[in-house]
């Protein structure tokens, strides 16, 4: 089955640098990226998603990158804030209803 | 409005209870989910009903019982629960499977097992 590799587990921040987290799948047959961003005490909300057809897609400042071949995909943010400060969960879609979460990024943007 | 509402927010219940989750959403999505989330760990998928059908059990205990009422309604009954199911349930929703893949999600009922 999927297997979903995240990195870093913690990544703390400059308030204005930007944040990377990179993310590994295993199932070629994935075809659905999603970002998700989980604030303490609530659930997680989708902040940007790409798929497989895509290579690069943006919102503000935030970027998804995805690298089909390598089996790699990436969130950028520039321009980090303290409201950015938060867990960041990757994921890979199959289809079928199935989606495969990595373990999770811990994001600190220090003022 | 892109909201998954769940209640209650939080829920104390001892190994003898019998307690219920509810999950609402107006989106005229057709796909609902339930996950548990323990502390720092990534949402693991439970149940998902596809047009009010359960299309997939992911070999959850029977003490967990899920519910579809109907497209907006999603329950989760809980019964002779376990301390270790102390965790938080999160509830999603997602469009017809054949036009997109987004998953809205919840902000989860936190529940303890005594």
């Known amino acids: 089955g999927e297997n979903v590799e995240q990195h870093p587990s913690t990544l703390s921040v400059q308030e204005g640098d930007s944040a990377v987290i990179k993310c590994t799948y295993s199932d070629s047959a994935s075809n659905y990226f999603p970002w998700y961003k989980q604030e303490l005490g609530k659930g997680p909300q989708l902040i940007i998603d790409?798929?497989?057809?895509?290579g690069e897609k943006k919102d503000q400042r935030i970027a998804v990158t995805l690298n089909k071949t390598a089996k790699h995909f990436s969130l950028h943010i520039t321009e980090t804030q303290p409201e950015d400060s938060a867990v960041y969960f990757c994921?890979?879609?199959?289809?079928?209803?199935?989606?495969?979460f990595g373990a999770g990024t811990r994001l600190f943007v220090k003022a | 409005d892109t909201e998954v509402t769940q209640t209650p927010k939080h829920l104390v219940m001892g190994m003898t209870n019998k307690k219920s989750l509810k999950c609402e959403q107006h989106?005229?999505?057709?796909?609902m989910y339930w996950y548990k989330q323990k502390a720092k760990k990534p949402p693991e998928l439970m149940f998902v009903?596809?047009?009010?059908?359960?299309?997939i059990n992911e070999s959850v205990p029977s003490r967990f019982s899920p519910e579809c009422p109907n497209s907006s309604l999603l329950n989760l009954h809980l019964h002779a629960l376990q301390p270790e199911d102390s965790a938080l349930y999160l509830c999603a929703s997602s469009p017809d499977r054949d036009d997109a893949y987004e998953q809205y999600f919840g902000p989860g009922t936190r529940l303890t097992v005594t």
């Open positions: 009903y596809s047009y009010e059908k359960l299309s």
């Open positions: 994921a890979a879609d199959t289809g079928g209803f199935k989606t495969i």
């Open positions: 989106m005229g999505h057709r796909a």
């Open positions: 790409i798929r497989s057809n895509v």
